[in-house]
């Protein structure tokens, strides 16, 4: 599997944007580049997932790398629920296994 | 996105004995997978639960210890055997839906062995 890197953890002050870094620079161009997030003693939870374009929903936006080997998930304005354990993931399209980093662990300030 | 029942949501168990943690799904989905959670951990993939036949383990799982079930498009189970306190962990089920690109996780299983 490709893999990703992320920086340990990140802080934020409420309502401020985030911007979360992925590196993924053994990338294929069959890998679709995946967020998820874990809320404490939850499982992860999908956040969005993109190929080559910017990917935007209502959770967050997904800034992609032109040559994709980097991605940047972006929280408009943070709020106190968003604090979570954030992780890039690759998967090739299909019905594939994942496995996953380390992640980020998003601390946000009230 | 299908909606996961995991049973049970915790347990603590006496070492030597085994656990059998269940995974329901809500709809037929195509691919379903295992992970362990260890404390303070991300998640590592244990295996991937095939229907009708045997699951393909990930390198330091093996059956014998992990035994998995998965009988039909909407069920399978995790099998926790012969438990020591370093089997301690968050065990979540994943499944991934036919024509999806996404995964969807259980809230996981706590165990605690004592």
């Known amino acids: 599997d490709a893999k990703t890197t992320q920086p340990n953890s990140m802080e934020s002050n409420e309502e401020e944007p985030v911007h979360l870094p992925c590196n993924h620079s053994?990338?294929?161009?069959?890998?679709?580049i995946h967020w998820y997030r874990q809320l404490p003693s939850q499982g992860p939870e999908y956040v969005i997932h993109?190929?080559?374009s910017n990917v935007n929903n209502r959770m967050a936006s997904l800034a992609i790398a032109e040559d994709r080997k980097s991605s940047t998930l972006i929280l408009h304005r943070a709020t106190l629920r968003d604090a979570a354990v954030y992780y890039c993931?690759?998967?090739?399209?299909?019905?594939?296994?994942?496995?996953f980093g380390t992640g980020t662990k998003l601390q946000v300030i009230p | 996105s299908a909606v996961i029942s995991q049973k049970p949501s915790r347990d603590i168990c006496q070492r030597g004995t085994s656990l059998t943690i269940q995974c329901q799904v809500d709809s037929q989905v195509t691919m379903m997978f295992w992970y362990r959670q260890q404390p303070g951990q991300s998640l590592t993939l244990i295996a991937t639960a095939n229907q009708g036949s045997e699951a393909t383990y990930e390198s330091g799982f093996v059956i014998d210890k992990f035994p998995i079930s998965r009988p039909n498009l909407t069920f399978s189970t995790l099998t926790v055997s012969n438990m020591s306190p370093e089997d301690s962990s968050i065990y979540l089920c994943s499944v991934q839906k036919l024509d999806s690109y996404g995964y969807t996780f259980g809230s996981g299983t706590r165990l605690t062995v004592v």
């Open positions: 993931i690759l998967s090739t399209g299909g019905y594939q296994k994942v496995t």
């Open positions: 993109g190929l080559t």
């Open positions: 053994t990338i294929s161009g069959t890998d679709y």
